[in-house]
């Protein structure tokens, strides 16, 4: 059974923080891993994605990966309380649809 | 227009209702999803089709019918649903069925069973 694990959270940072979200997945020989943005009562939106091992910036945004630790992590730059959303791992095994984690409910406070 | 529209956004059926969600990709994707969302529960995918052919079916209940007639659109056909249905069920499609770059999702339809 492949498995995507977050912390729930809520994970709660003040406005301008660097906030950081985890994410570990159980399958060694996953290939592609996404971050996606889920604002409450809406569907998820691609944020990031990343496919070798290091780190990947994109904006305010940068993806880590770790295949070694099989782990992958989002920081969020300069935090607004815009950012505040569920955040849904989901990790890619090449041939089969995406596994996605159960999120993790980010609240930036002003 | 965005890339994946699902209808209806909301709908309330009762147990002994049939009714049908919609949903239409505009990518040009070649895979096209079913997932179910509960409260606090991660994303249950419920139905995989490529190119029109389901090749995934995740154990879902018989009074749930997907439908694909072309690799553009995608439906659910529902009938004598339990309360416990209740979800937010969404549509994505993929390049393709290996999903590696991602997935496009619709903006999901809130169902209600009463």
Redesign the interface.
Known sequence: QKE?EQN?GPLSVPEGAIASLNCTYSDRVS??F?W?RQYS??????IM?IYSNGDKEDGRFTAQLNKASQYVSLLIRDSQPSDSATY?C?V?S?????V????TRLSVIA | ETGVTQTPRHLVMGMTNKKSLKCEQHLGHNAMYWYKQSAKKPLELMFVYSLEERVENNSVPSRFSPECPNSSHLFLHLHTLQPEDSALYLCASSQDRTDSYGSAFGSGTRLTVV
């Open positions: 995507v729930s290939q592609s996404f996606y009562g809406k569907s998820p939106e691609l994605s849904l989901a890619n090449g041939n089969t649809p995406l996605f984690g159960k999120g």
